[in-house]
């Protein structure tokens, strides 16, 4: 990989360029520009922001494609308020955070397999893959950061402004499982009860969950914490 430091080669320069326009449609891309952004020294990022605001204009790639990988790993304000800016001639590029999508399925073995799929920018997205049974706990959970959606489920999902309706539920095969698009709300429910489950067992929940506290709305966990059916009413 070619970095903003060595594009005074006309030859490295055209690798770099390639590089960046890459981003837009590779997932493998956009993780290796997040992790070789996060190893260099500040000196080293201003100069691959200096070289982003030289090239990035002549690409016609998005710039969220562009930054959005580097804004994940960097800490310092100054250069998060640059790229911001970067960020702000581009509108309709990252989705709302409610515009996760859930689906779900069954294993033969009775466990039950959920993928979160969380909207990124352009076509890419995390996923959350979970393996449990709600009444027992949770098997697995890992998290994919950055996955092209066609990758992971198949199909690319509608246009922002364009109507979703009449289009087929979200469907794929996971670890070996057939999931389907299911209401959030459901899937939610059972990961809390899973959560609830582990925790009468003195289990922690997987660390992955932290990312997705936010959908965890308190009357959705309520109900996951009241576990035991509801007495029968009293007779006369």
């Known amino acids: 990989m070619t970095g903003p430091d060595e594009r005074d080669d006309p030859r490295l320069r055209s690798a770099w360029r390639t590089w960046l326009s890459a981003l837009a449609v590779d997932a493998e891309a956009a993780v290796a520009a997040a992790l070789a952004y996060e190893a260099l020294a500040d000196e080293g990022r201003d100069a691959w922001l200096d070289a982003l605001d030289e090239d990035g204009a002549g690409l016609g790639v998005p710039a969220v494609a562009l930054y959005a990988p580097l804004l994940a790993v960097e800490p310092d304000p100054v250069r998060r308020a640059r790229i911001a800016r970067a960020l702000e001639k581009e509108e309709g590029t990252v989705p709302p955070q409610e515009s996760v999508r859930a ?8 466990e039950h397999v959920c993928v979160l799929v969380s909207p990124l920018y352009l076509d890419f997205v995390a996923l959350l893959v979970c393996r449990y049974r709600p009444d027992r706990g949770f098997v697995s959970a890992r998290r994919d950061p950055v996955r092209h959606v066609i990758d992971a489920i198949g199909r690319r999902f509608p246009r922002p402004g364009v109507a979703a309706e009449g289009s087929p539920p979200l469907a794929c095969t996971v670890d070996g499982v057939a999931v389907v698009e299911s209401p959030l709300s459901l899937v939610i429910e059972e990961l809390a009860h899973a959560i609830v489950a582990d925790r009468r067992e003195g289990r922690a ?16 966990v309520s109900t996951a914490v009241s576990s035991r059916p509801s007495p029968p009413p009293p007779g006369p």
């Open 205 to 220: 929940a997987p660390e992955v969950l932290r990312s997705y506290v936010h959908l965890f709305a308190p009357e959705i």
């Open 103 to 110: 689906l779900l399925g069954e294993a033969e073995s009775g």
